[in-house]
């Protein structure tokens, strides 16, 4: 069993930051990548970061946010944040963790887990 645990979303006016954290706990062989996903109302779930941790990786955000989000990792710990700066009302959704996670051996192909979703809301 995989959890991932979210935290940090939260009301902020415009401009204004959040840090949101996501941490993975449970039957974890190895992490390949971890991210942020999105969901506004009436809207199709959408990446906004990845963290790839296998050799070779690197980020990738949206381009909505580029410039303004930034996602790092706390390896030790399993462990992602995503610290979003000069929020704008279209960032208003469900931020939603997601990790791809061989839990018991790299043979095994990795499974996607998600969390729980934490609400971002951006309003004056």
């Known amino acids: 069993q995989v959890q991932l645990v979210e935290s940090g979303g939260g009301l902020v006016q415009p401009g204004g930051s959040l840090r949101l954290s996501c941490a993975a706990s449970?039957?974890?062989?190895?992490?390949?990548?971890m991210g942020w996903y999105r969901q506004a109302p009436g809207k199709e779930r959408e990446l906004v970061a990845t963290?790839?941790?296998?050799?070779?990786?690197?980020?990738n955000y949206a381009d909505s946010v580029k410039g303004r989000f930034t996602i790092s990792r706390d390896n030790a710990k399993n462990r992602v944040y995503l610290q979003m700066n000069s929020l704008e009302p279209e960032d208003t959704a469900v931020y939603y963790c997601?990790?791809?996670?061989?839990?018991?051996?790299?043979?095994?192909?990795?499974?996607?887990?998600w969390g729980q979703g934490t609400q971002v809301t951006v309003s004056s």
């Open positions: 963290f790839t941790f296998t050799t070779g990786g690197g980020t």
């Open positions: 997601n990790a791809k996670i061989r839990p018991y051996s790299i043979l095994y192909n990795p499974n996607d887990y």
């Open positions: 449970g039957t974890i062989f190895s992490i390949d990548a």
